[in-house]
């Protein structure tokens, strides 16, 4: 499933409509009966349903929409918000139609008053008001009516497209409807996936309404998100002549005297995720503590200075496939220095917690470097490495992280809901697993663990990566599902439900 902006869905629309030979008409009254559809199955025809539409297309949608509802006994009320006049193109016509049905529109103009006593009276609101268009301030009318909507305690709230108020593309949100489930048109926006805007929308459902593939490949961005589909489809099979050499050779470089347990944590998920063969390389001072909680890896005492790397570490000996370097390290001119003797190595490296606290000093590196490079921040993280604020990488979290990997050639793994994995050639998967328990200490060292194990045993890198997060995201929702709450689950609990979550889905594989 694809995702795109504002201007991409319009210049798709032109596209279909101007190259393919699609006229807009048949495109809306897809879109209305597709949308219809789905209300069939949703609503009683015993209900009282409210279709507000505005001027634009997203007011055409609701006029079929409200056509078809009507065709089928439906009780419903179509309210047009702003003057006839304002009406235009496809949309006039889909209002047109509706008339020749035989079928009455009730205008919001000169009747202010008699829609805002009938509204409360309504069992379901159909928000076809303002679509993707959106820019500034909403102003009168559609802003009093979006706070009344937002104040009803019984209506269940549709919204066509997006919920009105939202940019599509996401930002800030003065004013919008808080949608029960919003049924976008074609391909999901944005917004869907970016908080706050994501708050607004309620159970997502997209609808198809037979745009050819043809246009989406010729004006938008490779954005796609990551189903269980596809973790299914890649996730690799082992053979019965495996060994543990044939699942990677990987290495966990992290920890400190005051952060023994990050590095355990993410070397535990390594293994729990398949990792062959796994090597712990932790400063000498915490060897005694670390080597007796973990005892399935072989380890590489380095030497440390008050509790932390002491410098460069010694790969020489070492036969390996893949470095995750970072939990746990503290940020000290040791840490950056190890780092540095990773991305020396000649294998994919995952730079995760403090292994990015000197980023800059170490980028001229990182793009000398022929091997994969992966950075995993969080927000703060990338806000730091980019010299700016937590905000402004909240506010345009796809263009920030596609950049950042196209700039520096390296994957990204933005994390955060809706975790993005970008690519050095531009791409982008979305991740939908995952809830609110993994907000907590150790769960992006156990996410880690994962990638490095992934990393050693799938084909491409961005599988790897995408697989890796989703299985992450899913262990905390089969770990609410099944006794937990939100507020109690540990890193260690996600690690436990590694082994559920991969049996699922070879279950379903086979």
Known sequence: MRIVTASEMYAIDRYTIEQIGMCEQSLMENAGQAVARILFERISPSQRVAVLAGAGNNGGDGVVIARMLKSRGYTVDLWHIPPREKIRGAAQKALEIYENCGYETKSYIENEGLFFQQLESYDVIIDALLGIGVKGAIRAPYNEMINEINKLEKAVVYAID???????????????VCADMTMTIQY???SAYTFPTADYYGELV??????????????????????????????PTRKRSAHKGTHGKGVVVGGSRNMTGAVMLAAKAALRSGAGLLTMAIPDAIYDAVASWIP????????????????????INLDIDAIAIGPGMGR??????????ALREDVPVVLDADALFFW??????VKKRTSPTIVTPHPGEMARMLGTSIGAIENDRFHVSRQFAIDYG???VLKGPYTIVATPDGKQY???TGNPALAKGGSGDVLAGIILAFLMQHRSIETALSNAVWVHGKAADLLVQTGHSPFDVLATDVIDAIPRVLFQLGEEKR
């Open 206 to 235: 997209v609808v198809d309404i037979g745009i050819p593939p043809r246009s989406l490949e010729h004006h938008a961005a490779f954005r796609q998100v990551w189903m269980k589909e596809d973790v299914i489809r890649t996730l």
């Open 410 to 412: 390296v994957y990204v």
């Open 332 to 341: 000290t001119e040791g840490t950056k220095q190890a780092v540095q003797a």
């Open 296 to 315: 399935e890896t072989m380890y590489l005492p380095c030497s440390s200075k008050n509790g932390y790397f002491a410098g460069d570490i010694n790969f």
């Open 430 to 432: 979305i991740n939908t």
């Open 188 to 190: 999901p926006k944005l």
């Open 360 to 365: 800059n000093e170490y980028v001229s590196l």
């Open 162 to 176: 997006v919920p009105s108020g939202i940019s599509a593309d996401g930002g800030e949100v003065e004013t919008a």
